[in-house]
């Protein structure tokens, strides 16, 4: 395996994006629930509901810090291993992301800042807005990036000219099947992601008897509503994309003759790329199947916490499997994009570009030294992110990084110097 620099490379690649997609996934299943429940709470003028925003806006910001941080490094790999692929679709391919770095990311990050050191410093509706500019282009950024991964499955909008592809169809490309579908089916999907990481940490402290204002109730019942009805739009939205997969997109003959496509796929394959697709398909199935059974189990659940009041013991023990429930989407997030990336090989663009082709040569030792070194710094950063999500999880609403300081006229007055 290390002999063999593309491996290597897809390897790295897939590695280090999986890990940078779980982060984002919760980014963009939480911001929807802080936004309503801060728009809640300022309509209500009710600080102890703001103080339920905080506690989650504290488990947003972490998880943030980690997506933004591996976004950066998964873009720097992107342009340093696969110079081939830039070299022919740099101006059609690299334009979506360009747009998500300079329209979404750096407002989203912007504002984030503003709502992060706004508290009390700015009037609620102006730091409500703050918030909403942040959901809305975590949003744009994730479908800008979804664009780009869409037209590497579908490439259309774009002519080859001496070689290189230049963009002729801006709208093509937006209104691309392979990126509408996906984007719906990764929205959906992150909103369950962010509705059972709610019910799992609102189930910790339930157990516990840590319910300040009613605030792991409510989450408990918005994590228990979205079990049930998300998982059908999700698996919706996902199969509508099987269409795709064995369609020829219809630039298909502007680099290669049907025959010279039909030989090189003839030609590639594997039985590690075939051990990897059919995984990440049961996986991903076998995942959504225990998903559609979670919906009503939760719902059972919270039917009967308040009548098994009095028996905390048994309603514990119905608690305690929903603190193991994130994974499930998890996993079924990650063995889809592995499904969707491995049944596309031995493309990069699917019809004008292998992947052979698009990644950067380098020697055996190179490409191994990368792959230490990225997965490695990767494995620590993911790992120290989610000991941080659970411990502030744990921690509850006065212990997370946004927390509410206690009031000014209770601190210590600051001496007062004369010169």
Same mark, same amino acid.
Request: proline share 6%.
């Given at each position: 395996?290390?002999?063999?620099?593309?491996?290597?490379?897809?390897?790295?690649?897939?590695?280090?994006?999986?890990?940078?997609?779980?982060?984002?996934?919760?980014?963009?299943?939480?911001?929807?629930?802080?936004?309503?429940?801060?728009?809640?709470?300022?309509?209500?003028?009710?600080?102890?509901?703001?103080?339920?925003?905080?506690?989650?806006?504290?488990?947003?910001?972490?998880?943030?810090?980690?997506?933004?941080?591996?976004?950066?490094?998964?873009?720097?790999?992107?342009?340093?291993?696969?110079?081939?692929?830039?070299?022919?679709?740099?101006?059609?391919?690299?334009?979506?992301?360009?747009?998500?770095?300079?329209? %979404?990311?750096?407002?989203?990050?912007?504002?984030?800042?503003?709502?992060?050191?706004?508290?009390?410093?700015?009037?609620?509706?102006?730091?409500?807005?703050?918030? %909403?500019?942040?959901?809305?282009?975590?949003?744009?950024?994730?479908?800008?990036?979804?664009?780009?991964?869409?037209?590497?499955?579908?490439?259309?909008?774009?002519?080859?000219?001496?070689?290189?592809?230049?963009?002729?169809?801006?709208?093509?490309?937006?209104?691309?099947?392979?990126?509408?579908?996906?984007?719906?089916?990764?929205?959906?999907? %992150?909103?369950?992601?962010?509705?059972?990481?709610?019910?799992?940490?609102?189930?910790?402290?339930?157990?516990?008897?840590?319910?300040?204002?009613?605030?792991?109730?409510?989450?408990?019942?918005?994590?228990?509503?979205?079990?049930?009805?998300?998982?059908?739009?999700?698996?919706?939205?996902?199969?509508?994309?099987?269409?795709?997969?064995?369609?020829?997109?219809?630039?298909?003959?502007?680099?290669?003759?049907?025959?010279?496509?039909?030989?090189?796929?003839?030609?590639?394959?594997?039985?590690?790329?075939?051990?990897?697709?059919?995984?990440?398909?049961?996986?991903?199935?076998?995942?959504? %199947?225990?998903?559609?059974?979670?919906?009503?189990?939760?719902?059972?659940?919270?039917?009967?916490?308040?009548?098994?009041?009095?028996?905390?013991?048994?309603?514990?023990?119905?608690?305690?499997?929903?603190?193991?429930?994130?994974?499930?989407?998890?996993?079924?997030?990650?063995?889809?994009?592995?499904?969707?990336?491995?049944?596309?090989?031995?493309?990069?663009?699917?019809?004008?570009?292998?992947?052979?082709?698009?990644?950067?040569?380098?020697?055996?030792?190179?490409?191994?030294?990368?792959?230490?070194?990225?997965?490695?710094?990767?494995?620590?950063?993911?790992?120290?992110?989610?000991?941080?999500?659970?411990?502030?999880?744990?921690?509850?609403?006065?212990?997370?990084?946004?927390?509410?300081?206690?009031?000014?006229?209770?601190?210590?007055?600051?001496?007062?110097?004369?010169?």
């Amino acid at each position: 395996m290390f002999d063999d620099p593309l491996l290597l490379a897809r390897l790295q690649f897939a590695l280090t994006a999986a890990t940078h997609y779980v982060f984002v996934a919760l980014t963009l299943g939480l911001a929807p629930y802080i936004l309503v429940g801060q728009l809640v709470a300022t309509v209500r003028g009710d600080r102890r509901r703001m103080a339920s925003v905080r506690f989650w806006g504290g488990l947003y910001l972490v998880n943030y810090g980690m997506g933004v941080l591996s976004g950066l490094v998964m873009e720097l790999q992107l342009a340093v291993n696969w110079t081939g692929l830039h070299a022919v679709f740099g101006y059609s391919f690299a334009a979506p992301l360009a747009l998500e770095t300079m329209t %979404a990311f750096f407002v989203e990050s912007t504002f984030l800042g503003l709502w992060i050191f706004g508290w009390d410093r700015m009037g609620r509706w102006a730091h409500l807005a703050c918030f %909403a500019v942040v959901t809305g282009t975590a949003y744009l950024s994730a479908w800008w990036v979804l664009v780009a991964n869409g037209f590497l499955r579908h490439p259309v909008g774009f002519e080859i000219v001496d070689g290189v592809a230049h963009l002729t169809d801006p709208v093509a490309l937006m209104a691309n099947p392979a990126a509408l579908m996906a984007f719906l089916h990764i929205i959906t999907g %992150a909103l369950l992601l962010g509705a059972l990481v709610v019910g799992a940490t609102s189930a910790h402290h339930l157990i516990r008897g840590n319910d300040p204002d009613g605030m792991f109730g409510r989450g408990l019942v918005y994590a228990t509503v979205m079990a049930c009805v998300m998982p059908l739009p999700v698996a919706a939205f996902g199969g509508t994309q099987f269409a795709l997969f064995g369609q020829d997109p219809p630039t298909s003959g502007l680099t290669y003759t049907a025959g010279e496509i039909e030989a090189i796929e003839a030609a590639s394959g594997g039985p590690l790329l075939t051990a990897a697709n059919t995984a990440g398909e049961v996986l991903m199935f076998t995942a959504w %199947a225990l998903m559609f059974l979670l919906g009503p189990a939760m719902l059972v659940v919270l039917l009967l916490r308040r009548p098994l009041g009095r028996l905390p013991r048994l309603r514990n023990l119905l608690l305690a499997p929903l603190l193991i429930t994130p994974v499930l989407p998890y996993l079924a997030s990650v063995a889809g994009w592995v499904f969707r990336e491995t049944n596309r090989q031995p493309w990069a663009v699917v019809h004008h570009l292998t992947t052979a082709d698009a990644v950067t040569p380098m020697a055996p030792g190179m490409a191994a030294a990368s792959f230490s070194f990225f997965t490695g710094a990767f494995a620590v950063l993911a790992a120290t992110t989610s000991w941080l999500l659970v411990r502030y999880a744990r921690r509850g609403p006065g212990g997370g990084p946004l927390a509410e300081r206690p009031a000014d006229a209770e601190e210590p007055a600051a001496p007062v110097t004369s010169f």
